[in-house]
């Protein structure tokens, strides 16, 4: 099924941001050129194939009163039985007037959830690593003021669940700005960057590589 477009712009016509512009107002038609360009890049990734087969992009609301305009992103990583082992969402925000700490006029955030396995779940270092692995997809694509937070929740079963082994997942928020390297901001490869990290942190090896087989039936990281 083709995704549904973006989600409609947020208000500019001065009333309450996060106020849909209906389909009968002109002032749908006056976005601003950056927002309009970052909104065409996210539906390319849309319409174009995805970056891996175990990925599924969706459009979804875009949260509202964040800023003046927003468009948002869902995504969730799948094993080969079709269970989902992560899932995320990309907010991206735009106010011509900037924001503090924004250094710049856009603004991204990001959430990403992952199911760990048990030797993952177990390394203390595995917060640092996940942020690593963050900054270095964003690279590419340049980006400033990252900021964030990774939390690891274990949760144990109890009672008549008491067999049921104990579950650990990962949860990274983290929020940055996009700078321009001269060519315009490079928005798809945002999308590529939280598409890579959503893949890495579910245990999927790079795109294109295959994972080999971890001795019990299974494939390693």
């Keep these: 099924m083709p ?11 001065g009333g309450p941001p996060g106020v849909p512009v209906t389909s009968d107002d002109p002032a749908a038609e006056l976005l601003p050129p950056p927002f309009e360009r970052a909104r065409d890049a996210l539906r390319a ?14 459009d979804m609301p875009a949260p509202q009163r964040l800023a003046p305009y927003a468009a948002a992103l869902s995504g969730s990583v799948y094993r080969d039985d079709d269970t989902e082992v992560a899932s995320g969402r ?28 048990p030797e993952f779940a177990a390394d203390e270092l595995i917060g640092s690593v996940a942020w690593s692995w963050l900054l270095e997809a964003l690279e590419p694509a340049g980006y400033t003021a990252v900021s964030g937070t990774i939390t690891r929740a ?4 109890f009672g ?24 315009g901001i490079d928005m ?11 893949s890495t942190t579910a245990g999927l090896p790079p795109a294109g590589v295959t994972a080999l087989p ?3 039936g299974g494939t390693g990281r």
């Design 3 to 13: 995704p549904t477009p973006l989600s409609p712009p947020l208000s500019a016509t």
């Design 45 to 58: 990734v849309l319409d174009g194939p995805s970056p891996r087969p175990e990925l599924d992009l969706e």
């Design 90 to 117: 990309l907010i991206v925000l735009y106010d011509p007037a900037g924001r503090d700490g924004w250094e710049g006029s856009f603004r991204i955030v990001a959430y990403i959830r992952a199911d760990l396995e």
């Design 154 to 157: 274990v949760s144990e079963s």
């Design 160 to 183: 008549d669940k008491s067999d049921e082994p104990s579950a650990t997942e990962l949860e990274l928020r983290a929020s940055w700005s996009p700078t321009d390297s001269g060519s």
């Design 188 to 198: 798809a490869g945002h999308v590529a960057a939280w598409c890579e990290v959503m």
């Design 214 to 216: 971890d001795g019990s």
